[in-house]
């Protein structure tokens, strides 16, 4: 048997992940993750690096699910700077390897799996925090995780009107032609009213204020992944009932929990094994930051998929 390892690429890890199949699977492991060891996951908080003189930065994310025999790390770069120049503001791989001996089974793409699993994790939020009437949904940003989450959420609720806002009109308008959606001019005009928000830009500033909220709503904030950055304002955090996907990694990572000092109610893991009550009819947030857990099963996930069909 030939001992190198497989490379499978974006367009086969697109063909081969569906939303279906991914979002019970990342929730269980985020219920996994937030039962630590009698879970069975090992994972550490990411290291990140900064790459000062370009503006970039570099995460390697180990992680070990017992449960899914899944062993891998993520290699990711985000380059917010290369937006714009044809360049992906992110880029990853993910390095699988076989638990039970080691042997380095496969090198998937991992650009597909982040853009997915994240927006599969906010998924798995929204159907324990969104109030199960929620007819529109918000978002903010147009990249790439705008577009994954349009697509996850709409397995999660019965939206009417999805309304989408970015900092450059022509985004969004590129956004709307493809995903149907109604362009915004401010994002304050895009959260009014809005059952479900979802916040995936590289906003350094909050964007989001608490008095534009509606009672009751559910965000996801999806960016804002470092310690100095906000998309939420203070306000809105420490009014809100906020969820995180690791306590550990958002005290370390996150300038939305850090610089308000909001309280953290649970990890998402939490509402899915039962230990912490999902309130609802209150306004919640889900500050995600990504965990290597996720990407470990989704890779395992499509791994096992493709050689099925070798
Ligand atoms: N929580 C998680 O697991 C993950 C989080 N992310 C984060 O999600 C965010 C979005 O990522 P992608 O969609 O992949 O990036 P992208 O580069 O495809 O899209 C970024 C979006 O942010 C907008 N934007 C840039 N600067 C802004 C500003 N100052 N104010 C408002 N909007 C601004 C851009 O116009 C664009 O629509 C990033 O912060 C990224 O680091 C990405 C991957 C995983
Ligand atoms: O979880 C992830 O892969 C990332 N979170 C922020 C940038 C990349």
């Known amino acids: 048997m030939s001992r190198l390892p497989k490379y499978i690429e974006a367009d086969d890890v697109k ?5 279906t199949d991914l979002i019970p699977i990342i929730e269980k492991a985020m219920g996994d993750f937030s039962k630590g060891e009698d879970g069975g996951v090992v994972q550490p908080v990411r ?12 995460g390697a994310m180990p992680a070990y699910s017992e449960n899914d025999a899944a062993l891998a790390t993520k290699l990711v770069t985000f380059y917010p700077k290369n ?6 503001t992110h880029m990853a791989a993910i390095i699988l390897f076989e638990p039970s001996t080691g042997e380095l089974k496969s090198i998937l793409d991992g650009e597909v799996i982040t853009s997915m699993r994240t927006a599969a994790a906010s998924a798995v939020a929204t159907k324990y925090l969104a109030s199960e009437n929620s007819k529109i949904l918000c978002i903010l940003g147009s990249g790439e995780q705008a577009r994954s989450h349009y697509k996850s959420l709409h397995h999660i609720c019965n ?14 308008q590129a956004f709307s032609s493809q995903l149907k959606s109604k362009v915004c001019e401010t994002a304050e ?19 989001v204020e608490w008095e534009w909220v509606k009672p009751g709503a559910h965000i996801n904030a999806v960016g804002a992944v470092n310690i100095k950055w906000q998309e939420l304002s203070s ?3 420490q009014k809100s009932v906020v969820h995180v996907d690791s306590r550990e990694a958002a005290m370390k990572e996150s300038g939305d929990v850090i610089i308000s000092k909001a309280e953290i109610f649970a990890e998402i893991g939490d509402l899915v094994n039962g230990t912490k009550e999902a309130q609802r009819e ?15 099963v989704s890779a395992k996930l499509v791994y096992d998929k493709h050689m099925e069909n070798q």
């Open 47 to 58: 290291s990140i690096i900064p790459v000062e003189k370009h503006g970039g930065f570099f």
């Open 235 to 237: 306000e809105l955090m």
């Open 83 to 88: 937006a714009g120049t044809g360049l992906p």
């Open 282 to 296: 209150k306004t919640t947030v889900f500050k995600s930051l990504g965990i290597a857990i996720e990407d470990a």
């Open 159 to 172: 939206f009417e009107e999805v309304r989408v806002w970015s900092p450059t009109l022509k985004n969004a």
């Open 189 to 207: 005009e895009a959260v009014r009213g809005a059952d479900v928000i979802v916040t995936a830009t590289f906003a350094k500033q909050p964007i």
């Open 15 to 19: 063909r081969i992940l569906k939303m």
